[in-house]
């Protein structure tokens, strides 16, 4: 059961409502603020075949005429402690005292990634920018190089946390949502400014190595052609025997990690496609050639586990404070692997980061995130949970 939160209380300076659209029961209002015109800001997390029908995108603008509308396709929504699969969550936000600006870039082939990132850093670099958040197009893109260009114009001064569209595990069309109904090979990045919003930040994984380590031997970008010089396509398939035939959605189960070099850190790595004719696989972010990778499974408890740790890492990074809104942002793996627990991840968040905050989000193709509190260097993460706390003050 879901919790319904009143953020409507003398203490806090974000007032926050929420709707949920099915197909059932139509829009239902959850939270009510009165907000109106007053909100800035609606998140809607949803279905992509929902999200493309402009009357959904026109009921939130009579609802909130002056507020900017962004959000994405997902993997499934997250709505309090709930998982849901063909709706729309909706998350209205008024901010008493922060200017909020709205980037978006249009990708038209996965290797201007880099270039995307840079565009969309030069357009929010203002005075005062405090956080950015990235909705990005979840199947033309390489995320890591994506992120290596939000580094490189923000210089490591500004966190960026976000994630990349999803589309269950059917790998075929993801959409992005600014202000009318949902396109293909857009990404958005929201700009926050001014000293009253406190961002906190976490992202963990759970997941188990197993097997040998593998040299990358023949790689381009985040395009895997070979591993100790054999097809990369062909040596994964042994290790999936019959999990391959249902490839890339398989792969979910079985991520590759890699070590970041003069780092204990690892970088989880998932399948976005593969390519039968050359036997390749595209990930969602770079793997480096003469990097040693190792294939990962599940622990349902680590994977919990690890929900909770970036709940506490984004609580230490939020310093103390009590948060207004959580915006969860996990891996479509994750779900596939917990099926009916998938819940428990945002049950002991809700734990952790107590019962004022309003909390929506949704199941992703990658995670965006730095890998440490106070960290401003941010990484594409896959089969992570990330979270992002916001506190107005």
Known sequence: MYRLIDSSSNYCSMKIEQRIYSESSGWEIKSDNHLGKTAQLVFLFGNKELLKMQQHIDFIKNNYPSAQIIGCSTSGEIFQEVVMNVHIVCTAVWFENTPVEIAKVQINKMEDS??????????LDKENL????????????????????LNSKLNNRIPVTGGLAGDQADFSETVIIHNKAGEK?????IGFYGDHLKVGYGSMGGWDSFGVDREVTKSAGNILYELDGQPALELYKKYLGDHAVNLPASALLFPLSFRLKNSETSLVRTVLAVHE????????????QGEYVRLMKANNDKLIDGANGAAEMSLTSLKGLSPDLAILISCVGRKLVLKQRVEEELEIIRESIGYDAAITGFYSY????????????CELHNQTMTITLFKEV
């Open 114 to 123: 880099f270039l995307v990132g840079e565009k969309l850093a030069e357009k």
């Open 130 to 149: 405090v956080h950015v958040m990235i909705l990005s197009e979840g199947l033309n893109i390489n995320g890591s190089e994506l992120t290596k260009g």
């Open 185 to 189: 090979n857009l990404v958005l990045a």
């Open 277 to 288: 004719e050359d036997g390749s696989m595209v990930f969602a972010g770079d793997i480096p």
């Open 366 to 377: 990658g995670e965006i995130c730095p890998i440490k509190p106070f960290d401003q260097h």
